[in-house]
């Protein structure tokens, strides 16, 4: 049979079940894993229609989805909060108000699950009227001016006793800016988790449907990053260490991954990417209408993002992939 004298046979590393996972280089676990979870003033849970599979949480539901994640082996939630109309305004000033949505969800999940790590994301998109992550000054986003009120969010987050502080707004400055005002409160224990890279993407368009957050005139281009950059990205991480991030981000996740291992290579800071709504979607819809098999493409998604050089991932699939794991 063995006609051919191959010096070498790369499948015999290949043959078995148990030789695979002996050379297995990348592996994934639940703990590597975010969760990102919507809430809403509302007490009922509301399923949503822009992003099937996932849910806008009341309190309550928030909590005991949030104990389920952590049963399952997940660490760490992210919270994103759906805001009432009557709640914004031009300058997101619900963004810091001590008794919030937010602050609420936090302390509900610390005194329920004090061992989950509670992600807040630092934004004003959310609390404003103009749909923006800054303030919109004259058809422009201001970005000195916006620090001040990033910086507020981030002081009352913590406050509340948020464990990471996740600034995705992409303003200038404003790692720096919200280190300082966490250390003048008192909060250096309190870590951030920068969005470095964070790309004007078209798969974030689900996420704005569940929170009603998209801008009302214009586009993020002038602070988020042009998706055909890298050498941009790096330079934005250089900024964000230098300025005290304590983890840096890729967002979105798989349509990046270049952009990933550049990033890992550049810094020695842990690194985090976000598989996003729309990426989800791509997944789970295919799965929906029986083209894809939803468990293997998720978690071949996952590992990809691992192998890239990603430390951990925020991503929808976390609880179902840690059950799955
Ligand atoms: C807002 C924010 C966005 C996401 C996370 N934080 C949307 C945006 O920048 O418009 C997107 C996440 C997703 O699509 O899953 N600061």
Redesign the pocket.
Known sequence: MNEYELPIRPRRNRRTAAIRALVRETRLSPAQLIY?LFVHEDAKDTPLDSLPGQTRWGLDGLVTEAARANRLGIHAVVL?PKVPDGKKNPTGNEAFNPDGLIPRAIKAIKQAVPGLTVIT?V?L?PYNSDGH?GIVREGVIANDLTLGVLCQQAVMQARAGADIIAP??MMDGRVGAIRDALDDDGHQDVAILSYTA?YASA??G???GALD?APKAGD?QTY?MDPANIREALREAMLDESEGADMLMVKPAGPYLDVIAGLRAATDLPLAA?Q???EYLMIRAAAQSGWLDERAAVLESLTGIRRAGADMILTYFAAQAAEWL
């Open positions: 990102p994103f994301d934004a998109d992550d995705s707004d964070k798969f974030y689900p996420f704005r957050s993020k988020q976000y996003v709504s729309g």
